[in-house]
């Protein structure tokens, strides 16, 4: 065969090769099932501690972030729980958010509440990062003023 009579000879075989199926007494393929109705979404399940929280959502601790990775992963409940979301809303510069949440907690529980808090800010300070600390140590003292080392 020569070569320009290849292609009209693949095109006919393709033209020609599904009738020929049919008359062999192949099937034609089933049609395609309709699709089952959606799962439920599997939510991850909460971390072990409010600490291992913040760990998991700190990187989105930001401006842009931070209302959205704490809507969609939300904190254990509890005043730890608690000060981390506080925290990591300072983080992200939202210090009237952090002060909001704090201020929802029972006044008893507030120093539990935003001793979260002054963790993260003498993480920050030990990092050399004071002006990241500087408004976190603020809200300790404001909530936990006898805390003698924030600052």
């Known amino acids: ?32 099932a309709q699709s089952a109705p959606a799962a439920e979404p599997v939510l991850p399940k909460p971390p072990a501690s409010p600490r291992a929280w913040f760990e998991a959502v700190r990187a989105r601790c930001t ?31 939202e210090i ?7 201020l929802s907690l029972p006044e008893a529980d507030r120093p539990e509440g935003v001793a979260p808090v002054d963790d993260v800010a003498q993480e920050l300070e030990a990092w050399g990062r004071q002006d990241l600390a500087g408004p976190l140590s603020d809200l300790v003292l404001e909530f936990w003023p006898e805390r003698h080392m924030a600052s």
């Open 1 to 32: 065969m020569k070569r320009n009579q290849t292609v009209p000879v693949a095109l006919l075989a393709l033209i020609l090769v599904p009738p020929t199926l049919k008359l062999v007494g192949r099937d034609p393929p089933a049609p395609v």
């Open 63 to 93: 401006p842009s972030d931070v209302r959205l990775a704490t809507d969609l992963n939300r904190p254990p409940a509890g005043a730890e729980g608690t000060g981390y979301k506080a925290a990591c809303f300072a983080l992200a510069g």
């Open 96 to 102: 009237p958010t952090a002060r909001s949440l704090l």
